[in-house]
């Protein structure tokens, strides 16, 4: 193919459950070679097969650059291509160096050993919110406190700095914002950050996240600071969107809410099914790569210096499991793509996994009538933030 | 049949430990994964499968 076919719009949805409108469609034949809104022409790769081709071969990199982003909205992009600790856009043994050590900070057991203060975090926000008494907004009361909180408290940030952590690691990757923006409210973080670094210093500890990279790793003073940034950012709006996402599909879908219901002591694996299908549903906008070489995918050469969006559609290949396009609770786990694939694969998998089993878990153990007090589709949606997700869920019990 | 980790591909990702708790394990030291029970007995087998199917950084594998 020489012409690229124009993308979809991106923010565009006929179900705010479901991808944007056209884009499945488009995709569905193959790497497609798409002219994005911001200009750039990239090829869409969608199969599953190939997804986890393009994701773990070393011969598509990270880095972008000096290109720009893949944003849906045209300008400069926020980050310079050399940010330091810009663990997401760095490849090979540099990405490693960055890696590894915090792969020790997000240890399955140390998530396991994280699970009770999970469960106690959740309990009182749905304490506060049954007092309060119905209606009530779900994402505030719950899918938003849980993981800031849980993540701050990972990384060694004190309770009084929590908030301001908060809000200004929203501010920074929340929106589409300006590059001298994202200069503002990271300098702002820095601030702050930087006499909780000098404590963890003096008190050699390593049992936070912060302490760990301080005292445990060669990490510069700059990686170290734009790392905080990142697991504050990655570790909050994700999990609270698909928290709020999961739900809304268990409200439409009322014989598999009967599922979970009926048998809670396996939300683990009904929340991989949750987030195979939640991603897969969402579609659009993939993860971002470029290729270093000629490289043949799902039977479509990629030349070297081609960028490649991977659609996270490829969840609902009929190659990954029957019936893909279906949410099936009773399904056993599949690899699915929900957190990636490949190096880059999300650092955060498992803390989002133990917060969104034991929010889910609980939410509709405790409240076993909770349902939306309006329609799903009249709710309010966010599409100016870089992850999709309701932006109120209220609902009765 | 003997299970592997390749500790020079190993991002500590985890994913055998969910996979195949009684197999592998992270070590304290590094995060990375290691081998528990190199020569698992057949009915941990499909865990095992499962990890090498998993695993982001195609580090392990299961010679047959
Ligand atoms: C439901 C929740 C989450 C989802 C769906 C999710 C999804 C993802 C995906 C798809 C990637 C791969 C990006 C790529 O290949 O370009 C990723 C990477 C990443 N995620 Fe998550 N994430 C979630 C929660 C978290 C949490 C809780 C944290 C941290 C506390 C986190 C931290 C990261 C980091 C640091 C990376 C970059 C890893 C690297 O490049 O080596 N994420 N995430």
């Not at chain 1, 990686?223 to 697991?231: D, S, V, W």
């Not at chain 1, 009926?262 to 993939?286: I, S």
Request: some cysteine; overall charge negative.
């Amino acid at each position: 193919m020489t012409e690229a076919a124009v993308c979809p719009v991106l923010h565009e949805r006929d179900h705010p459950l479901h991808g944007p409108t056209g884009f499945a469609e488009a995709v569905s034949d193959g790497p497609v070679k798409m002219l994005w809104p911001n200009g750039v022409e990239a090829w869409v790769v969608s199969s599953y097969a190939g997804a986890r081709q393009v994701l773990s071969d070393p011969r598509f990199v990270t880095r972008k650059g000096g290109h720009p982003e893949m944003r849906t909205d045209s300008g400069e992009p926020v980050l310079d291509a050399d940010q330091p600790g810009n663990i997401n856009a760095i490849d090979g043994e540099a990405h490693l160096r960055l890696r590894r050590p915090l792969s020790r900070g997000f240890m399955v057991k140390r998530m396991n050993a994280l699970r009770p203060r999970i469960q106690q975090i959740v309990d009182e926000h749905l304490d506060v919110m049954e007092a309060k008494g119905a209606p009530a907004d779900l994402v505030t009361s719950l899918c938003l406190p849980l993981p800031s909180l849980v993540i701050a408290e990972l990384l060694g940030v004190p309770p009084e700095h929590q908030e301001l952590f908060q809000v200004t690691a929203t501010d920074i990757f929340g929106k589409n914002g300006s590059k001298d923006e994202y200069v503002a409210h990271a300098t702002k973080l820095a601030d702050v950050l930087a006499p909780i670094v000098a404590g963890k210093k003096d008190a050699g500890t390593n049992d936070d996240l912060i302490g760990l990279m301080v005292n445990d790793t060669d990490f510069s003073m700059d990686e170290l600071i734009f790392l905080c940034i990142g697991l504050l950012a990655a570790g909050h709006e994700t999990t609270s969107n698909f928290l709020g996402l999961f739900t809304l599909h268990l409200f439409e879908q009322p014989e598999q809410r009967a599922i979970l219901q009926g048998d809670p002591a396996r939300a683990d694996v009904m929340v991989e099914e949750l987030m195979r299908y939640t991603v897969g549903h969402l579609g659009g906008a993939g993860l971002t790569r470029r290729a270093t070489a000629d490289v043949e995918v799902d039977g479509v050469l990629i030349k070297a210096g081609d960028w490649v969006s991977v659609s996270l559609l490829a969840n609902l290949d009929e190659e990954l499991c029957p019936r893909a396009a279906e949410l099936d609770l009773d399904r056993e786990t599949v690899s699915h793509l929900g957190f990636g694939f490949g190096p880059h694969q999300c650092l955060g998998a498992n803390l989002a996994r133990a917060e969104l089993q034991i929010g889910l878990r609980t939410l509709f153990t405790r409240f076993p009538n909770v349902r939306p007090a309006v329609p799903v589709t009249q709710m309010s949606y966010r599409t100016d933030m870089i992850t999709y997700g309701a932006a109120s869920i209220p609902v009765e019990w | 049949m003997t299970v592997r980790i390749d500790r020079t591909r190993c991002i500590g990702s985890g994913q055998c430990v969910l996979a195949a708790p009684d197999v592998f394990d992270q070590s304290d030291d590094d995060g990375l994964g290691f081998v528990m029970i190199a020569e698992p007995p057949a009915d941990l087998l499909p865990g095992v499968r499962d990890a090498v199917d998993r695993c982001p950084a195609q580090a392990v594998g299961l010679e047959e």
